[in-house]
Nanobody, 124 residues
Framework: QLQASGGGLVQAGGSLRLSCAAS????????MGWFRQTPGNDREFVAG????????NYADSVEGRFTISRDVAKKTVYLQIDNLKLDDTAVYYC???????????????????WGQGTLVTVSS
């Protein structure tokens, strides 16, 4: 089970940190990812991190503004969002995939577990 939190209403240029707490899964064996979705659109990859935390990658639209990280002891993955833009408004979802190799996963269809989503609204 994944529990996402940290969303809210923020002005453009501001920052947020999203959290996703895992339970009932072997967190240390999971690649983790963040996705976002707006009404009428498919779920979009935002950021991914490997099971060790050594590797991460980002969508081009968020590169340099978003940072994904993980805390194994807390079984939590984070998404630090800086310099928020109006286009960042979306429901953000975290996801987990049990994986043997240490790499990131960008494809939503490859993830096995999903959180319930947390809404980020950016105002002008």
């Amino acid at each position: 089970q994944l529990q996402a939190s940290g969303g809210g209403l923020v002005q453009a240029g501001g920052s947020l940190r999203l959290s996703c707490a895992a339970s009932g899964i072997t967190f240390g064996y999971c690649a983790m990812g963040w996705f976002r979705q707006t009404p009428g659109n498919d779920r979009e990859f935002v950021a991914g991190i490997s099971r060790s935390g050594r590797y991460s990658n980002y969508a081009d639209s968020v590169e340099g503004r978003f940072t994904i990280s993980r805390d194994v002891a807390k079984k939590t993955v984070y998404l630090q969002i800086d310099n928020l833009k109006l286009d960042d408004t979306a429901v953000y979802y975290c996801a987990a995939r049990v994986i043997l190799k240490d790499y990131t996963v960008r494809n939503a269809n490859e993830y096995e577990y999903w959180g319930q989503g947390t809404l980020v609204t950016v105002s002008s």
